[in-house]
């Protein structure tokens, strides 16, 4: 598949799926056209041999799994994990707030966003509501108000001579998104109403009495593009880490049937990954568990796998080298990233490399590596936390990027697929991979 190609789907992709609900049912989606079985976490399952299933957690998190023709503690489960989540604004449970005529919505701040580029945006809404119904029922489905609703206004240079020089940004005070120019005397409506009223213009056949609470994200409408002379890069929102969403999707959908093989994409890494359908949590441990009842077998099944964590890498930035240790910085375009760090803050360790860098061999695919400065903090992913939790072996890698946790993000044309290229490889590898 070429790279084109594949960015085509990638794009889609990202621009379908503004928050991690909207994420995992597209996924799930995607399985199930490609003949993947959905399992229900409250009823019994029977998982055969030769069988593709999917199941979904909060939804916002989804597990897809090739139960393969080989003997499970003899070759395996070649095992990837990404994370639906990103940084955002989130509205507050009572948002409405009226000010100097104009009324808008109050916000927290989700993970470790980059303040500054969210200001002057197109932004809108989306996410999950819940609702009860004209029977009485507590339900709930998803909601995109899709137009810009909202945006987050600078101040002008001419109110802070500092701004270029000197300037931080206060949450609370400073990025209430502004919604409408209030009418006077003219009662608004609640944001409770406004997502009854936009619930029933999405979704034909609701029956909503009353919308009883909500997880809303804000959003930049700008579509995702190929951009740069050449179209060398890949601007989006939300490529950490969506974009390991899918490759790893598109990988497992092209898997290999005799080799068993699980895509595991966690929602709430940005904020620790301590939630039920989080890294953290148990879901990943209670599916291999349901899996492989009988201890034995399950520890040697996990004994002969390997989990690869597929999670952004910081790109060397042209403009900030200097952030960089001298040997280890990325270029976009140039492959696939192994993260490495000596504290643990990734899983990789020699063997899982090793093995990574094989099969990027196989597939022609180059390969880089990434350290942090000694003297600078690394970040994390889901890969240690998997590893301590279900005591997998693990590797993180990941595309390089610049803009990491910005609104809109940047990667390289070609990683993506070079990515994709590897798991392909991976998930056919006929070697238990755990103990390769």
Same mark, same amino acid.
């Given at each position: 598949?070429s790279s084109q190609t594949?960015?085509e789907g990638?794009?889609?992709?990202?621009?379908?799926?503004p928050?991690?609900? *909207?994420?995992?049912?597209n996924?799930?989606?995607?399985l199930? +056209?490609?003949?993947?079985?959905?399992?229900?976490?409250?009823e019994?399952?029977?998982?055969?041999?030769?069988?593709?299933?999917?199941?979904?957690?909060n939804?916002?998190s989804?597990?897809?799994f090739?139960y393969?023709?080989?003997?499970?503690?003899?070759?395996?489960?070649r095992?990837?994990?990404? *994370?639906?989540d990103?940084?955002?604004?989130?509205?507050?449970?009572?948002?409405e707030l009226?000010?100097?005529?104009?009324?808008?919505?109050?916000?927290?701040?989700?993970g470790g966003?980059?303040?500054?580029p969210?200001?002057d945006?197109?932004l809108?809404?989306a996410?999950?509501?819940?609702y009860?119904?004209?029977?009485?029922r507590?339900?709930s489905?998803?909601?995109?108000f899709?137009?810009p609703?909202a945006?987050?206004?600078?101040?002008a240079?001419?109110l802070?001579r500092?701004?270029?020089?000197q300037?931080?940004?206060?949450?609370?005070?400073?990025?209430?998104p502004?919604?409408?120019s209030?009418t006077?005397?003219a009662?608004?409506?609640?944001?409770r109403e406004?997502?009854?009223?936009?619930?029933l213009?999405q979704?034909?056949?609701?029956?909503?009495?009353?919308?009883?609470d909500?997880?809303?994200?804000l959003?930049?409408?700008?579509?995702p593009?190929?951009i740069?002379?050449?179209?060398?890069?890949l601007?989006s929102?939300?490529?950490?880490?969506l974009?390991?969403?899918?490759?790893?999707?598109?990988?497992?959908?092209?898997?290999?049937d005799?080799y068993?093989?699980?895509?595991v994409?966690?929602?709430h890494?940005?904020?620790?990954?301590?939630?039920?359908?989080?890294?953290?949590?148990?879901m990943?441990q209670?599916?291999l568990e +349901?899996?492989?009842p009988?201890?034995?077998?399950?520890m040697?099944t996990?004994?002969?796998?390997?989990?690869?964590?597929?999670d952004?890498?910081?790109?060397?930035?042209?403009n900030?080298?200097?952030?960089?240790?001298?040997?280890h910085?990325?270029?976009l375009?140039?492959g696939?990233?192994?993260k490495?760090?000596?504290?643990?803050?990734?899983?990789?360790?020699s063997?899982?490399?090793?093995?990574?860098?094989?099969?990027a061999? +196989?597939?022609?695919?180059?390969?880089?590596t990434?350290?942090?400065?000694t003297?600078?903090?690394?970040?994390? @992913?889901?890969g240690?936390?998997t590893?301590s939790?279900?005591g997998?072996k @693990?590797?993180?890698v990941?595309v390089?990027?610049f803009?990491? *946790?910005?609104?809109?993000?940047?990667a390289?044309?070609?990683?993506?697929c070079?990515?994709?290229?590897?798991?392909?490889?991976y998930y056919?590898y006929p070697?238990?991979?755990?103990?390769?």
């Open positions: 598949m594949f960015n990638l794009l889609d992709f990202l621009q379908a799926s928050t991690p609900f *909207h994420a995992a049912s996924i799930a989606a995607e199930t +056209r490609a003949g993947f079985q959905p399992l229900a976490e409250g019994p399952w029977k998982l055969e041999p030769g069988g593709k299933y999917w199941v979904m957690r939804g916002s989804v597990i897809g090739v393969g023709k080989e003997s499970l503690p003899a070759s395996g489960i095992m990837v994990g990404a *994370h639906t990103s940084p955002c604004l989130k509205v507050k449970p009572t948002p009226s000010r100097q005529g104009y009324a808008q919505v109050g916000v927290e701040v989700y966003a980059l303040l500054a969210w200001f945006r197109d809108s809404m996410g999950r509501v819940s009860r119904d004209t029977h009485g507590i339900r489905a998803l909601v995109d899709k137009a609703v945006v987050v206004p600078s101040l240079i001419h802070d500092e701004a270029n020089r300037r931080s940004i206060n949450p609370q005070k400073e990025m209430a502004l919604l409408l209030e006077p005397g009662d608004q409506p609640e944001f406004r997502l009854k009223t936009q619930l213009s979704h034909s056949g609701l029956e909503v009495d009353q919308v009883l909500f997880e809303i994200s959003y930049d409408t700008q579509p593009a190929m740069g002379m050449a179209q060398d890069f601007a929102a939300r490529l950490d880490n974009l390991s969403c899918y490759v790893g999707l598109q990988s497992l959908i092209d898997a290999d005799r068993s093989s699980l895509l994409c966690n929602d890494e940005e904020v620790g990954s301590a939630s039920a359908c989080g890294a953290k949590g148990p990943l209670q599916f +349901r899996l492989l009988e201890v034995e077998t399950r040697q996990i004994d002969a796998s390997l989990m690869v964590s597929a952004n890498a910081h790109g060397v930035h042209p900030f080298s200097d952030r960089h240790d001298d040997n910085g990325p270029r375009n140039f696939p990233v192994i490495i760090n000596a504290n643990q803050r990734y899983a990789t360790t063997e899982s490399s090793a093995l990574f860098r094989d099969l061999e +196989r597939a022609q695919v180059p390969v880089q990434f350290v942090s400065r003297d600078m903090e690394c970040g994390s @992913t889901i240690p936390i590893s939790e279900v997998v @693990t590797l993180d990941g390089p990027t803009a990491m *946790h910005s609104i809109r993000e940047l390289g044309r070609e990683d993506a070079y990515l994709y290229r590897v798991l392909n490889e056919r070697h238990p991979p755990g103990r390769s």
